[in-house]
């Protein structure tokens, strides 16, 4: 009986450290921003585009049909910046509720020449 009563405390004990770390796991949770950057004319893609969080080095490049990810970010608000040769640069401000969307759709102008 006694050793019944330990492993029933044990279990307890351990639902509620897992419950615990579940809890802070969740609070940092880590962000991921998908989208496609295109002429914003021809709807094109724009293959090979930068993507960088703003004053950082983070970033990526987009594929052959203009798609780019960028992964564990964390942070109330992102900044991305956006730039393709002979394109002006984009700057975007989101925050976590811009990120709830699927797939987030970059327009880039032509430079004026």
């Keep these: 009986m006694i050793r019944n009563l ?3 405390v044990f279990k307890k004990q351990l639902g ?3 419950l615990v770390f579940f809890i802070k796991v969740d609070g940092f ?6 989208g496609k950057v295109i002429e914003a004319e021809t709807a094109e893609s724009l293959p ?6 703003a004053g950082t080095t983070r970033g990526t490049t987009t594929n052959l049909d203009g798609y780019f990810s960028l992964f564990d970010l964390s942070g109330p608000d992102i900044e991305l910046e956006v730039s393709y040769v002979g394109y002006e ?4 401000n ?3 509720e811009d990120l ?3 797939l987030l759709i970059v327009k880039l102008n032509p430079k004026n020449s």
């Design 89 to 92: 640069t984009r700057h975007i």
């Design 48 to 53: 090979h585009a930068a993507v960088t969080i």
């Design 100 to 102: 709830a969307d699927d």
């Design 94 to 96: 989101l925050s976590k």
């Design 6 to 8: 330990g492993v029933s």
């Design 16 to 18: 509620i450290v897992l």
């Design 29 to 34: 949770a880590q962000l991921t921003i998908s």
